[in-house]
């Protein structure tokens, strides 16, 4: 018995699925212990807060600062205040208006102090902000002193501005900057640590140390590349504050700093590195990206998995029982092992490619990237692994769209041979065919080399992948699906790869045809060897690239005439015999036999009716063709095409109840309807190829199956062509030639509901009628005179009070219709002159209270005309 999915690969799911139900017991008893302690508060001093704060997630919690659980953030918000709130209150406005005074004080009177005086009074201001903080968390008023802590903050950068002012004028603006943001990031740290429950300083001070070292290279008016390692050194000083860094507002800010400045400073090497013209150009920027790869790959290994959350909800970065880890890190470890692995591909690429041709550069990043994949063999955390490979993956991507342009062009490109049909071979080879003699085609030499290298690792990666599988447990667990798409994308990677070769390498128009047609050829019968496998998304796969090949190569051959008769008889050939060898029914049974053979048997059904639908189609551009040799203009070589629906027909008949035999069919109704439209120019042409048209409907209705459709279609067609042949010989008394076919129609009808009074009075009567009523009609309405409009209207008036005195709805129907028809044709003229004699106004009025009058009757009609269509209904 076959597992899906393996046992390996079910134990793996049944594992992780046990694990994520055990993390959240863990978090609902969490959860609920806090719902207890809620409900019952433990006694405790009076000035305690009443609710417990967020912890950090990365680190133990501050002693200061007590701890909650997972889900505190759903509780009860934080009071600040205790018992003495008037107390509180009063410290609060009076540091509030001290605060303001110092302001005022400041701005209004700093233009009439000296030097000394205006210094004197910032410092004062700064200290007096600097130590409030530590009095008003004694007091717990902690608001309050986040407040001050964010005015010392700005005044100690107004500080670090007066004196560049007063102190150093002389000083270079970026140099001193640099220093400042130095000093002011040591000083923030200090302060934020002494006072550990300030939540800004911390923060501030990581943002600050952003700024030294590349306003240093600023002010030393460096190059990029020093640009780049200050960008990255100080993206490795955020990454060592990011894992060990104090809280979780500094982490966070030292995280983002630390992405920030590390990708702006691997985009200055990577743009140095592409730009680089020699090797020796090309070793500084790929050190700078090494030493960033080395850089993403420290953080993703250091990242933590998780966080344990217990009782008191304080986090720590150990693996314990009853942790719960959490996807944010994770997804962290994934990203920097992506970022470590484009920057390792990019250094040693960019020194590689450096000595060869610019065009070859994407075969020599694509090979870096693949080696890449070794990475799966070393012992590296999983997340890590898991970002390497996806690194692998996206250097793959790349490297194929950048190929595909020639493919799209080898494509696209043969519908230009539409406005030239058989003006003979071009003089540019198969270029010159696709209009793109003018491209540099030199530069897309590499394309077809790395679409045919992805699709040679794709069919290797197929072939072997339970070895695969093994090889990558430790980093990554495909399941059988993605077997699938790899064998797919080999498919279509391959045919890409080689419909693009022939215009790359030049070749000629001749032996570009014969390329791509051995190609179709080749892909159709993977296609056929796949389905019949049940590898269905292979086989879909190459069956789609096999039909976009058949139309390229098909409209290619349309620059020469004995191009074109060969490049679609063989594939004529080559559809219809993929066709035949896609019998769904039998393949299956024989080598499916498990419960997959009902699904793939769908599949497969289908794909065997587009092949068969696709030669029906070249027998028509076939038949075309034949009339084009032979110089008949186009209604003459209507009759030609109609050798097409004559073989499906008889196809039809053959194939029975398969699947495929609609399709097949309907594609020759298609040919039927292009040859009527070829014959519309010549009215004789056009009535005989009607009246074949009827015969092959009548040909088809012989079958039961077809018979509700097909028989109703043939004949309308019959009396079609009955009436185009009439009006094309300039008959002006057609009754002459249709009344001796109504009067044995309708006879026939009597006799038919004689013998089968269910029988429906449209079979009986309908074809009679209509051979002569209708022909009438069209002729009384172009007749001046009024002998035949009268004649025809009496004819239609006891037609219709036939079939209303009888119940024959075809009496009715057909005699009422063309009455009303002939009864318009002969009243519109003096309609027409009443409404000229008529005021303006009158025909409007007249319209809305026809509408006043529906409405108000509204349900009444509505009831009348559902009456009438239910007497109608009721008539044979």
């Not at 190059?223 to 809280?247: E, H, M, Q, S």
């Not at 022939?502 to 570009?512: D, E, K, Q």
Request: net charge positive.
């Amino acid at each position: 018995m076959e597992h899906v999915p393996p046992p390996a690969e079910e134990l793996a799911l049944l594992d992780r699925e046990l694990a994520r139900l055990d993390a959240r017991r863990s978090q609902l008893l969490i959860r609920r212990a806090w719902l207890l302690s809620v409900l019952t508060p433990p006694a405790g001093p009076p000035g305690a807060p009443s609710a417990p704060q967020l912890a950090a997630p990365f680190g133990p919690p501050s002693p200061a600062r007590p701890a909650a659980p997972f889900a505190a953030p759903f509780g009860p918000p934080a009071a600040q205040t205790g018992p003495r709130s008037a107390q509180n209150v009063l410290l609060t406005l009076g540091g509030l208006l001290l605060t303001i005074a110092a302001t005022a004080f400041t701005l209004v009177s700093w233009g009439h102090m000296g030097i000394a005086g205006r210094s004197a009074v910032l410092a004062v201001v700064t200290l007096a902000a600097l130590a409030a903080p530590a009095v008003l968390l004694r007091r717990g008023l902690s608001a309050t002193a986040e407040s001050l802590g964010a005015l010392a903050s700005v005044l100690m950068i107004l500080d670090a501005y007066a004196l560049h002012r007063v102190a150093v004028p002389e000083a270079d603006g970026p140099g001193y900057a640099s220093a400042a943001s130095a000093v002011l990031a040591v000083l923030w740290g200090g302060y934020g640590l002494l006072l550990g429950r300030l939540r800004l300083p911390l923060p501030l001070a990581v943002v600050s140390a952003q700024l030294p070292l590349l306003l240093w290279a600023w002010s030393a008016g460096a190059g990029a590349l020093v640009f780049g390692w200050a960008l990255l050194l100080t993206a490795a000083l955020d990454c060592a504050i990011a894992l060990r860094g104090p809280g979780v507002a500094v982490r966070v800010t030292a995280c983002v700093g630390c992405w920030t400045t590390g990708l702006l400073g691997l985009l200055v090497a990577l743009g140095q590195s592409v730009s680089a013209e020699a090797a020796s150009g090309a070793v500084a920027p790929a050190a700078l990206l090494l030493a960033g790869a080395a850089l993403a790959l420290f953080g993703a290994w250091r990242a933590p998995r998780g966080f344990r959350l217990d009782q008191a909800g304080s986090g720590t970065g150990a693996r314990e029982p009853g942790v719960i880890q959490t996807r944010g890190p994770q997804g962290l470890a994934v990203a920097g092992g992506v970022l470590a692995g484009l920057s390792g591909v990019a250094a040693v690429g960019g020194v590689l490619r450096a000595g060869v041709d610019w065009h070859w550069s994407v075969p020599v990043y694509l090979l870096c990237g693949v080696a890449l994949l070794a990475a799966v063999r070393a012992p590296l955390p999983r997340p890590v692994g898991q970002g390497l490979v996806w690194a692998s993956s996206a250097v793959t991507a790349a490297a194929v769209l950048a190929a595909v342009p020639p493919v799209g062009m080898s494509l696209l490109g043969t519908a230009s041979q539409l406005a030239r049909v058989w003006t003979g071979a071009p003089d540019g080879g198969v270029r010159g065919a696709l209009g793109t003699e003018g491209l540099a085609w030199s530069r897309s030499a590499a394309s077809p080399v790395v679409l045919l290298v992805v699709a040679g690792l794709f069919g290797l990666a197929h072939r072997a992948w339970p070895r695969l599988v093994r090889v990558a447990g430790a980093v990554v667990s495909p399941g059988p699906a993605w077997r699938s798409a790899a064998g797919a994308a080999a498919t279509a990677l391959c045919w890409a790869g080689l419909t693009a070769l022939p215009a790359v390498l030049g070749l000629s128009y001749a032996a570009s045809v014969s390329v791509q047609s051995v190609l179709v050829a080749a892909v159709f019968a993977v296609a056929v060897r796949a389905l019949r496998r049940g590898t269905g998304p292979v086989g879909t796969t190459a069956l789609v690239c096999g039909l976009a090949g058949a139309v390229s190569a098909g409209l290619l051959s349309l620059a020469a005439q004995a191009a074109t008769y060969a490049v679609f008889s063989v594939l004529l050939l080559v559809l219809g015999a993929a066709a035949v060898l896609l019998d769904g029914a039998a393949i299956l049974e024989r080598e499916l036999p498990d419960a997959r053979a009902a699904r793939a048997a769908g599949a497969l059904r289908i794909a065997q009716a587009v092949p068969a639908c696709g030669a029906v189609l070249c027998a028509m551009v076939l038949a075309r063709a034949a009339g084009a040799s032979l110089e008949l203009a186009g209604y003459r070589a209507a009759p030609l095409m109609l050798a097409v629906p004559v073989v499906t027909v008889l196809l039809g008949a053959r194939l029975r109840n398969r699947p495929q035999a609609l399709p097949v069919e309907l594609t020759g109704a298609l040919s039927a309807v292009v040859a009527t439209i070829m014959a519309v120019p010549d009215g004789p042409f056009l009535a005989l190829v009607l009246a074949l048209c009827g015969v092959l409907a009548a040909g088809t209705a012989v079958r039961a199956e077809r018979r509700p459709v097909a028989g109703y279609l043939a004949v309308a067609l019959f009396v079609l062509a009955t009436w185009v042949r009439l009006t094309a010989s300039g008959v002006s008394a057609p009754e002459a030639y249709t009344l001796p076919v109504t009067v044995p129609a309708l006879a026939v009808g009597v006799l038919r509901r004689r013998r089968d009074p269910e029988a429906s009075s449209w079979t009986a009567y309908g074809a009679g009628l209509s051979a002569t009523l209708v022909p009438s009609l069209f002729a009384a309405w172009v007749d001046p005179h009024w002998l035949r409009p009268l004649l025809l209207g009496v004819a239609a008036l006891v037609i219709t009070l036939a079939g209303a005195r009888l119940g024959l709805q075809a009496l009715l129907l057909v005699g009422g219709a063309v009455l009303a028809l002939d009864a318009v044709h002969e009243l519109a003229p003096y309609v027409v002159q009443v409404v000229g004699a008529l005021p303006r106004w009158l025909p409007p009025a007249l319209a809305g209270l026809l509408l006043l009058v529906v409405g108000a009757t509204y349900e009444q009609r509505l009831r009348d005309a559902r009456r009438l269509k239910e007497t109608v209904g009721r008539m044979r």
